[in-house]
């Protein structure tokens, strides 16, 4: 198949079908982010909500003609055909998506019979006036307007005669694109490839595609239909929607450029497509999906030691494409599982030159394995990976001091308040330092107390501050004997790294972790001079 940008549509509907998603409510700011940041992706549509039935989408509308420049994409107004036994000009809601100002106009309509009987509750014929009658007003008014055929393949199902009378209808009075609906998210890609075929015999005009993910296959059954010849795919960013979603726009584009070989968006917007996923995650309040294709965090991640044993050799030998390609980077994970490829990958991926030194990377191998044992995981705590890693060679980073001792305490007082205390004896070349430190929790306290002993000492600890805090329990046992794992994230401002401790006590768990994060905060931005 032969294609280009400009002759094969990708449509998003982040905006309109994505915010019904549970949980996601964007303000008219987000949707204007979210607008930009798909058309840094290329997308050649943005569907951007029902001006006329949502106020927060009428403003949306009013606010894009003026805030939104974008470069590569139409916005697209969203609505319904003219409802039955009223005259198309009469419609307030055809005349607020007239109003919206869009060079595009999407309409749904019912294409499957029951639908048409039972919800619409009028005839066969006057559903099909209602489309040809409205996407005639909006072509007449300058218009390019596409039809969403709504329960599509069900209705095909049912009665395949009608759901093609709707395409020809709306073909018949202009529209540009008939898109064959999945609105149930029931369809396989076998069954969508036939229907696709049969209509695609039977109507002349462009075809187009709109899965939801009700049985896991909406991006398997866009892709079908564009083998079957569909040339308009629809999707969501990340997948978002309703029930169980829609198809992902960014792993259509993925496969559609990468595997299909069709240059659906320019070729300089591919490698933003991680960037833009999470940025629009962010902005949805949702945590990015690390195990997403092609943009998730773990879509290149390797964790076995035979993968990185060939990856070591070949990078391609284990990854389905460069991860650069859509922005994405090749991890190592470095677990029990590792052998001595995936320390030497890690240490390079890393920055730390692992050249002649085999024995230091026998050691962590055998040192990894017993640790994990132990409950500790390094998968997410490269930082202390890496001064693990540093510690088994000649030039080992020096401890940043001597423990002496630290102690905790927790006071409740009888007006509910509770105050947190730590101190912390430690010798720092040759002198003893004891700080004490209050903190909102034990941890905190800690965390205050240690880097005040150590700050004349080492002033880049001034801009340390923690981040987030993760507690696990491993190994329950009954009553509180258990084995604890914290993950602490850390931050001076510039970066953020992770670390990690292990210990049948949570605090001394706690504590690991704060002196790999200090240690590490040292190591990446040694003291001037």
């Known amino acids: 198949m032969t294609t280009s940008a400009t002759d094969f549509h990708v449509f998003d509907t982040t905006l309109r079908d994505g915010a019904q998603r549970e949980g996601v409510s964007y303000s008219v700011a987000d949707k204007l982010a979210v607008a930009r940041l798909l058309d840094e992706i290329g997308v050649g549509f943005i569907e951007g909500g029902w001006p006329g039935a949502l106020p927060k989408d009428t403003e949306f509308f ?78 007449g008014h ?69 899965c939801q993910d009700d049985t896991g296959c909406a991006v398997a059954n866009s892709l079908a239909a564009v083998e079957a010849g569909v040339t308009h795919v629809q999707g969501t960013a990340n997948g978002y929607g309703e029930r169980a979603g829609n198809a992902d726009t960014f792993a259509l584009i993925g496969n559609l450029v990468t595997k299909m070989g069709l240059p659906v968006v320019p070729a300089e917007c591919l490698p933003e497509l991680q960037r833009v996923s999470h940025a629009i995650a962010e902005l949805a ?42 922005g994405n980077d090749m991890r190592i994970l470095v677990t029990e599982m590792a052998g001595r490829a995936s320390v030497e990958l890690k240490g390079r991926e890393l920055g730390v030159d692992l050249t002649g030194q085999s024995d230091a990377i026998g050691r962590v191998v055998d040192r990894v394995k017993v640790l994990e044992a132990d409950g500790w995981s390094f998968e997410a705590a490269d930082a202390s990976f890496e001064l693990l890693l540093r510690g088994q060679l000649p030039d080992a980073p020096a401890p940043l001091f001597e423990l002496e001792s630290y102690k905790t305490s927790v006071e409740h007082w009888g007006n509910g308040v509770v105050v947190s205390e730590a101190t912390v004896k430690v010798h720092v070349d040759g002198e003893r330092l004891i700080s004490t430190a209050e903190g909102n929790g034990p941890v905190n306290a800690l965390d205050n107390a240690l880097r005040q002993a150590l700050v004349n000492r080492y002033p880049q600890l001034a801009d340390v501050a923690l981040a987030d805090y993760k507690v696990r329990i491993l190994g329950w046992r009954g009553g509180t004997s258990a084995t604890t794992r914290v993950l602490i994230d850390t931050t001076d401002g510039v970066g953020e790294w992770t670390t990690v401790g292990v210990h049948a006590n949570i605090v001394e768990a706690s504590w690991h972790a704060l002196v790999d994060a200090l240690t590490y905060a040292v190591l990446r931005r040694p003291a001037a001079g």
């Open 142 to 210: 300058g218009r390019r307007v596409f039809l969403d055929c709504e329960h599509f393949f069900d209705g095909y199902a049912t009665d395949s005669d009608y759901g093609v009378a709707v395409l020809q209808a709306a073909f018949g009075a202009g529209a540009e694109v008939g898109v064959l609906c999945d609105t149930n998210g029931g369809m396989l890609p076998s069954g969508v490839s036939r229907v696709v075929t049969d209509v695609r015999a039977r109507v002349s005009g462009r075809l187009g595609i709109h």
């Open 285 to 326: 309040n949702i945590a990015p999906d690390d195990h997403q294709p092609f943009v998730g965090a773990s879509a290149f991640a390797h964790k076995a030691g035979l993968h990185a044993s060939a990856i070591k050799v070949s990078p391609q030998l284990y990854n389905h494409l460069d991860p650069a390609v859509v």
């Open 62 to 139: 009013s606010r894009a003609r003026t805030e939104l420049k974008l470069q590569h994409a139409q916005l697209v107004a969203f609505g319904s055909t003219r409802k039955a036994g009223v005259r198309v000009e009469d419609d307030p809601q055809v005349r607020a998506l007239l109003d919206a100002g869009t060079p595009v106009v999407c309409l749904v309509a019912k294409s499957d019979v029951r639908h048409v009987r039972e919800a619409l509750r009028t005839t066969l014929e006057e559903n099909l006036a209602m489309v040809a009658d409205t996407v005639a007003f909006f072509v």
